[in-house]
Nanobody, 116 residues
Framework: QVQLVESGGGLVQAGGSLTLSCAAS????????MGWYRQAPGKQRELVAA???????NYADSVQGRFTISRDNAKNTMYLQMNSLNPEDTAIYYC??????????WGQGTQVTVSS
């Protein structure tokens, strides 16, 4: 069983930055894929960014060029650096991991609120 714990959310003004962290309870070295999803009120959960075991990344068009996803296998942690935030980025952000089992795990989410 893998536990994922997000942190780093909060309230920020438009144009500001935040860095989210997702700490895993064990080694993430073998995880096939890790990603950040978000869900705004009244909307479906959507993929924000993902990073593969080999380090390949992909981003939603809405965050391309503003957000950067990374993973530190030594620290068993994934990050999401978010710059130039705007109110449309307001949502609960969830960490996701896919293991070789295969199994999928989710964190409990962290709230990001961007004020205009």
């Amino acid at each position: 069983q893998v536990q994922l714990v997000e942190s780093g959310g909060g309230l920020v003004q438009a144009g500001g930055s935040l860095t989210l962290s997702c700490a895993a309870s064990g080694s993430i070295f073998s995880f096939i894929n890790m990603g950040w999803y978000r869900q705004a009120p009244g909307k479906q959960r959507e993929l924000v960014a993902a990073i593969s075991r080999g380090g390949r990344t992909n981003y939603a068009d809405s965050v391309q060029g503003r957000f950067t996803i990374s993973r530190d296998n030594a620290k068993n942690t994934m990050y999401l650096q978010m710059n130039s935030l705007n109110p449309e980025d307001t949502a609960i952000y969830y960490c996701n991991a896919i293991t070789p089992a295969p199994a999928t795990y989710w964190g409990q989410g962290t709230q990001v609120t961007v004020s205009s």
